[in-house]
């Protein structure tokens, strides 16, 4: 993430920040060995204080591009995928880089590498594209992990809020979605008692808490 302190949220994208970001991206491949996972969120950035989007959104991607490919050829020797996740610019950070879907596969278009995925967050989704069903669809190929909470409130998936996540969890399961699906969201409560919603879901299935299948037993 670079250096919260003076106010940065990833460097990968920022001009004139190359050598920092790699040293944060050895570090961050250090971790995940250690702890054995196979994903790392490289993140992009944010527009630098006082400067205009559109008139730094050109040497901004190229910033992007280069250490994109730096980063997939240094996580293809340890068999790792990077991951992209657009970021809303309307309510969570007005000044971050990389806030689309759209956006995010035109880049992974352009550095062609297939050890870099798309982190697709539903709720960032939700808040600059809706249109949920369609960006699944068309994004699946690119996906690498999903993340869920609820919007606006960004609390659990069953609170009060614009999506229908067990529509959402059926339709990732006909796309044959087998990846994870990470709960970043803000518990109202108690954490594990708002993981009732997941405890709904599995009965809802057919299946005991922890997943498995009340057939099997």
């Known amino acids: 993430p670079g250096d919260p302190e003076a106010g940065e949220l990833g460097l990968a994208a ?3 920040r190359q050598a920092a970001f790699r040293q944060g991206l050895e570090a961050a491949v250090h971790y995940a060995k250690a702890v054995g996972c196979p994903r790392i969120h490289v993140m992009a950035g944010r527009v630098p204080l006082g400067t205009d989007r559109a008139a730094v959104a050109g040497e901004m991607e190229t910033t992007f591009i280069e ?35 759209h ?15 798309l982190q697709l967050d539903l709720f960032h989704c ?7 069903s369609r ?22 998936p069953d609170s009060p809020g614009e ?11 006909s796309l044959g979605y087998t990846g994870y699906v990470g709960c970043e969201y803000a518990p109202k409560g108690d954490t594990l008692e708002g993981l009732g919603w ?3 879901y599995w009965e809802s299935r057919g299946l005991q808490h922890g997943g498995t299948s009340k057939a099997a037993k």
Do not use: C, W
Not at 163 to 170: G, R, S, T, V
């Open 67 to 101: 250490n994109l490919r730096y980063t997939a050829d240094l996580l293809a020797q340890e068999d790792m995928i990077g991951l992209l996740e657009p970021i809303n610019s309307r309510i969570t950070d007005p000044r971050y880089y990389l806030n689309t879907p």
């Open 163 to 173: 999506l229908n996540f067990p529509y959402i969890f059926e339709l990732l399961e």
């Open 14 to 16: 920022v001009p004139g």
């Open 103 to 117: 956006q995010a596969a035109a880049i992974l278009e352009k550095v062609g590498r297939p050890n870099l995925k």
């Open 198 to 200: 997941l405890r709904s």
């Open 126 to 132: 939700q808040i600059m594209d809706g249109n949920l």
């Open 135 to 156: 960006n699944l669809e068309m994004y699946f190929p690119l996906i690498g992990h999903i993340q869920i909470a609820q919007v606006p409130g960004r609390h659990e």
